[in-house]
């Protein structure tokens, strides 16, 4: 089984016989004899992923890596974070995913209104099953509890993904809303509520 | 990975070296874009219209060019502040005056006065309390005299605001350095901010520079001072500058 590694900046993959997907042109190096091949429109899983992505916007461009030995991956030196799931789904910001181990599922889900602040697309990748995803931030990746009555509220641009049984909804002061167009303030923020977890990223896109 | 709740998060202090975390319990000022997430019921209003309610904020941010660029949270909660990834540091005044670069001043407590500095893209705080600002790289403290690259200065305390200085021989000494100042152009290296008296002078270990919204603001603002003659000649400096960066 392919075992992916966090090692700061870099992300180690081993792989013994099988494949890994990974963002297109993320490779650095690597050992043994490793195959890379472009992973197809649907970043395969086929041809109805490839058009719900194309629909939603979210672009998320992967590799396949096969073969056995070890392959180093980094992406504009950014910090790289391992997350294992058992059998549950992960929410991820499509630019922030690094690279999945074999038997989890990548999809798309609509997510309303989130990309309009953002200009992320409309939607968020979501990985589930049984394995490892590789994420990438701009410095480490704090992970924020979210429980019943209490709700955490997220700037867009600085989250990278959440897990659990949790619920968005779009917060907007009225005074935010005359801010607009004035610069960098964050015109709407996503709120979570009900019980998970939320990484957020200690900068903004 | 040390997953966060908030009751766990810190009340007033780090989260990591790059983010921090702020238990709010009344107002703070925090720069637009600076809050990255926040647990309670806080409001996040522009310093302006806070201040039309509560009048002690425009008496506590006194910089009509930076007040669009701030906000007051309020409210009960946790908020958390990071900026690029940049390392944020926080710092406590006792009955003192620091100054730091406006972009890199990511939010302070209402017991603190804000004043704009006479040196262009720098804030001033005055009073006692905390704030936060972010660096690239680690802090670094110096102590007068000193003399600092404008780009790498971070902030100064106690000491008098630096005068600038031309280094003519560090023109002289380097060709590239000689012909630029011949064409009127700098590289930027010559100049350097001169520090002297007593205080403390804290650098950046990097160059790296953020746009400050500010600075068009600013420059406009002192534009107008110009007659219109003045206007015709600096227009059109503006404009052959403009068409040589974009070929």
Request: aromatic share 8%.
């Amino acid at each position: 089984m392919a075992t992916l590694t966090a090692d700061g900046r870099v992300l180690q993959v081993q792989l013994h016989g099988d494949a890994v997907r990974a963002v297109t042109g993320s490779m650095v190096a690597f050992t043994g004899a490793v195959q890379f091949k472009h992973a197809g429109a649907g970043g395969g899983d086929g041809m109805r992923a490839a058009l719900k992505r194309r629909v939603a916007g979210e672009s998320v461009s992967l590799m396949e890596c096969s073969g056995s030995g070890t392959a180093y991956l980094a992406v504009e030196a950014r910090q790289v974070a391992v997350v294992d799931l058992v059998g549950d789904t992960l929410s991820v910001e499509s630019e922030s995913l690094l690279a999945v181990s074999p038997g989890l599922t990548l999809d798309v889900k609509f997510a309303g209104m989130s990309g309009i602040s953002s200009g992320q697309g409309l939607a968020t990748t979501t990985v589930s099953g049984q394995g490892q995803v590789a994420l990438m931030s701009e410095g480490p990746l704090i992970a924020l509890e979210v429980a019943p009555g209490q709700p955490l509220v997220v700037d867009p641009d600085a989250f990278i993904a959440s897990r659990g049984q949790l619920s968005t909804s779009f917060v907007s002061g009225v005074s935010w809303k005359s801010l607009v167009g004035e610069g960098s303030g964050e015109p709407f923020s996503i709120r979570f509520d009900g019980a998970g977890t939320v990484l957020v990223q200690p900068a903004e896109r | 990975m040390k997953t966060w709740s908030a009751s766990s998060l810190p009340d007033v202090d780090n989260v990591n070296p790059y983010c921090y975390s702020v238990r709010l319990a009344g107002s703070w000022f925090v720069q637009k874009g600076a809050m990255i997430a926040y647990y309670g019921d806080v409001r996040f209003d522009a310093v302006t219209a806070f201040a039309s309610r509560q009048a002690w904020a425009a008496a506590s941010f006194s910089s009509p060019l930076y007040v669009q660029d701030w906000v007051v949270a309020e409210g009960n909660g946790v908020v958390l502040l990071a900026d690029r990834g940049f390392d944020v540091n926080s710092f406590d005044l006792a009955e003192g005056n620091l100054t730091v670069r406006a972009t890199n001043l990511l939010g302070f407590a209402p017991t603190l006065e804000l004043k704009q500095s006479i040196v262009p893209g720098f804030v001033t705080l005055l009073g006692t309390g905390t704030f936060l600002a972010s660096s690239n790289g680690p802090v670094i403290f110096v102590e007068p005299p000193f003399r600092a690259d404008p780009e790498a200065l971070l902030g100064w305390a106690d000491c008098p605001s630096p005068a600038v200085h031309h280094d003519a021989q560090w023109m002289m000494a380097s060709l590239r350095g000689a012909l630029q100042g011949a064409f009127g152009r700098a590289s930027g290296e010559e100049r350097q901010y001169d520090f002297t008296g007593a205080g403390t002078v804290l650098l950046q270990s990097s160059e790296v520079q953020r746009e400050d919204p500010a600075l068009l603001r600013l420059v406009t603002e002192q534009a107008l001072q110009l007659t219109p003659q003045q206007s015709g000649v600096l227009g059109a400096e503006l404009a052959a500058r403009a068409r040589q960066q974009q070929v």
